[in-house]
Nanobody, 125 residues
Framework: QVQLVESGGGSVQAGGSLRLSCAAS????????MGWFRQAPGKAREFVAA????????YYTDSVKGRFTISRDNAKNTVWLQMNSLEPEDTAVYYC??????????????????WGQGTQVTVSS
């Protein structure tokens, strides 16, 4: 069982940066792949980025490549999402999630077993 708590959201102007954190508690954090998702008003929750349990591999949706960086530290039970060059289209509630699937990166919500409560990111133009 893994419990997840996000923090670091806020309001920024376009072009600015934010760093989201996801603190994990419970057993098994170092054995799960982690992902970040986001959900804008009236839209479905969508995949943003993922990182392997080993910290070695990452995967991004095309719209954030080169702007966002996912990282984790298993010793600290924490995963981060560094977001640079933010755009108004990045405005959403951001969620971290954990999946026990290791063989490949998964990008759909139904493949993730544990979720945080979300943190709001608002980017103004």
């Amino acid at each position: 069982q893994v419990q997840l708590v996000e923090s670091g959201g806020g309001s920024v102007q376009a072009g600015g940066s934010l760093r989201l954190s996801c603190a994990a508690s419970g057993r098994g954090f170092s054995s799960v792949n982690m992902g970040w998702f986001r959900q804008a008003p009236g839209k479905a929750r969508e995949f943003v980025a993922a990182i392997s349990w080993s910290e070695r591999s990452t995967y991004y949706t095309d719209s954030v490549k080169g702007r966002f960086t996912i990282s984790r530290d298993n010793a600290k039970n924490t995963v981060w999402l560094q977001m640079n060059s933010l755009e108004p289209e990045d405005t959403a509630v951001y969620y971290c999630a954990a999946t026990t699937i290791h063989t490949t990166f998964v990008v759909t919500t139904d493949k993730y077993d544990y979720w945080g409560q979300g943190t709001q990111v608002t980017v103004s133009s």
